[in-house]
């Protein structure tokens, strides 16, 4: 056996402090009785009472959500459709085209929401619900067009083949074959485009309209007139949901693999 | 003769600039085990796959039953396949494998079960409808994509080496089963290996292909015994190659002149113009090895002596060069590395190969 040291484990240790000791403070001042952040005055639900009386709270959080589904759905749509689409033809620019219908990853998100603004603006499309998952929608695309495209990339071309010899017509072979196998990544797609969709503030604040807040940026405008607790209870509660999220993800058997997309997504 | 099944006129293809197929013809009889012999990248899958109708050819047609399936898609032709890998659906069980073809019919539920059922008795696998494709052996894959691509009652089955993952053994034992389901269900089978035995042991023809040409297409028989080509000698009888000029011609008696020394073969009803070079294909069990410098025959030194599978092999290495492996069985031979040796042969078994060509065997 090889002689290990300490050091990995400090570095671990170090790491998971730096990352979660900030969340663990949140959770506990979340169920703090002063209104003080810095002043622990004891155990009590009380943020949590007020936050859910808070109907406009409540109203973005919905809309959030309300739009992280539609957006993620239609995403995924377009983005297998358009992976499945680019796996089965040749032409000499398809790497540029590929590449191009990932960038929307890579352009500053200040950038798209400029851009965004703009282009409804100039088609007059009014700013509310439309707008906002019409945006999450576009920069969501690529998530699930990555994830796809590879998970076709590596599967056996022989399957599709197989199933055409025995008698089935091009969509029979893309809904019984092609679109089984590739749902696990459709479906860690939707959950990364999701959790994007989840947490953007900078796009949502160029398109959203005045009435439609989603919860990033209600809690982003709160923060000029201070933190509150209730906003730490708010976290506890989204940082539970994402728990049992990426429990579900796990459990999906698909972790390891969105693990390594984000990386190539991230990377350049 | 029975119906013709399946007619490949004149066939090329090409995948960018490579050739891969030099114009290919084939007729298939029904009930007819047509082997493609040949090492890979000889164009055998690719032939198979165009007549699947998962390529289509630059030039040529294919008809099935006389008509022109050339451009149909696959889903269109009466034809299966069993893929290399068996291609198996991960996702579905055994039985929505097998039953995926009768299920795109539309036919009723219970009618595919009970032919589901079927076809699990003939491949013996009877009771393993709820297993999945990652659940079982190699063998019972290959198993389940036969059945899977026979539950249509296909006129032709095409098979892509299916017994080129199996170890030895399953790998005889599948042959045999094969051959019995060919047999007993009178489909017309193309079948690819590159395994010389496996070609002989099973086809009622076999097509041996070299750089997108049939070298030769005849019985095992006629491939065996009496190969056009070299590359046919070597590749399925494993021959050994001379070369030479035809000396006198008496009758059906031909001179063979060698660099290093003479013999003589039959003609097989070939003409032989004295002075013309000529190529023999020689069995190494069908060639004597004599120690001694006289007589007649091709000398040579014994190189190297070995004991492979009840034979025992000599290399001898002829004046000019060339190797000539001799066997024969049992494991006593007088001769031993570094003795001079003559080869010689019974006219009958050498066979003249390379031969300007009258007119090719097919198509």
Not at chain 2, 257 to 265: A, E, M, R
Request: net charge neutral; charged share 20%; aromatic share 8%.
């Amino acid at each position: 056996m090889k002689n290990r040291t300490k050091l990995p484990n400090l570095y671990l240790g170090v790491v998971l402090a730096l990352m979660y000791v900030p969340i663990l403070l949140v959770i506990l001042y979340s169920f703090n009785e002063s209104k003080i952040s810095s002043v622990w005055g004891g155990f009590s639900l009380k943020w949590y009472g007020e936050l859910f009386r808070d109907r406009e709270m409540f109203q973005a959080l919905w809309n959030s959500i309300v739009l992280g589904v539609l957006s993620s759905l239609c995403a995924a749509v377009i983005g297998t459709l358009g992976a499945y689409g680019m796996s089965k033809v040749k032409f000499p620019l398809k790497g540029a085209v590929e590449y191009v219908s990932t960038l929307p990853i890579m352009i500053p998100e200040i950038i798209l929401g400029m851009v965004f603004m703009a282009f409804f603006a100039l088609i007059g499309l009014p700013f509310g619900m439309t707008t906002l998952v019409i945006a999450h929608t576009s920069f969501s695309i690529p998530y699930v067009f990555m994830l796809v495209k590879a998970r076709l990339v590596g599967m056996d071309k022989s399957l599709p083949e197989a199933a055409q010899d025995l008698g089935a017509s091009p969509v029979r072979v893309f809904l019984d074959v092609t679109l089984p196998l590739v749902f696990p990544a459709i479906l860690s797609g939707m959950l990364l485009a999701f959790a994007m969709s989840m947490d953007d503030v900078i796009i949502s604040v160029f398109v959203t309209g005045v009435d439609t807040n989603t919860l990033p940026v209600k809690v982003y405008t709160q923060l000029k007139t201070g933190v509150t607790p209730e906003i730490n209870a708010l976290c506890t509660l989204l940082f539970a949901a994402t728990l049992l999220l990426c429990g579900v993800a796990a459990l999906l058997g698909r972790a390891p693999k969105k693990q390594e997309s984000e990386k190539d997504v991230t990377e350049p | 003769m029975s119906e013709t099944i399946l007619e490949l006129q004149e066939i090329y293809k090409s995948f960018g600039d490579t050739p891969v197929l030099q114009g290919i013809g084939l007729k298939a009889a029904q009930g007819e085990f047509i082997t493609l012999l040949g090492s890979s990248g000889c164009g055998k899958t690719t032939t198979l796959r165009i007549i699947a109708g998962l390529e289509t050819p630059d030039q040529g047609r294919v008809l099935l039953e006389g008509r022109d399936m050339t451009q149909a898609p696959p889903n269109k032709r009466d034809v299966n396949t069993v893929f290399q890998n068996y291609a198996l659906f991960p996702h579905m069980n055994v039985e929505q494998n097998v039953g995926y073809a009768l299920k795109i019919r539309k036919r009723p539920k219970g009618e595919i079960k009970e032919e589901v059922k079927k076809m699990l008795e003939l491949v013996q696998l009877s009771g393993f409808e709820r297993r999945m494709p990652g659940e079982l052996s190699g063998g019972q894959r290959q198993r389940v994509a036969i059945a899977r691509s026979l539950i249509n009652r296909p006129k032709l089955l095409l098979l892509d080496e299916p017994l080129g993952a199996l170890d030895l053994q399953l790998r005889r034992q599948m042959q045999q089963e094969l051959k019995r389901l060919q047999k007993k269900l009178g489909i017309t089978f193309i079948y690819i290996t590159h395994d010389q035995e496996e070609a002989l042991n099973m086809s009622d023809r076999i097509a041996v292909m070299k750089d997108g040409r049939f070298q030769q297409v005849g019985t095992p028989s006629q491939v065996y015994d009496s190969p056009l080509t070299s590359y046919v000698a070597r590749f399925v009888g494993t021959a050994n190659i001379v070369q030479g000029t035809v000396g006198t011609v008496s009758g059906d008696l031909v001179e063979f002149v060698g660099q290093n020394g003479k013999t003589s073969f039959g003609s097989r009803g070939h003409s032989f113009v004295p002075g013309s070079p000529v190529t023999l294909a020689v069995r190494g069990e069908q060639a004597q090895a004599v120690k001694g410098e006289e007589g007649p025959g091709l000398a040579g030194v014994v190189k190297e002596k070995s004991f492979s599978g009840g034979m025992l092999r000599i290399a001898v290495e002829l004046s000019g060069g060339e190797e000539f492996i001799c066997s024969r069985h049992g494991i006593d031979w007088e001769l031993a590395p570094g003795d001079r040796v003559r080869i010689n042969w019974q006219p009958e078994h050498a066979c003249p190969v390379d031969l300007p060509r009258t007119e090719s065997g097919e198509g």
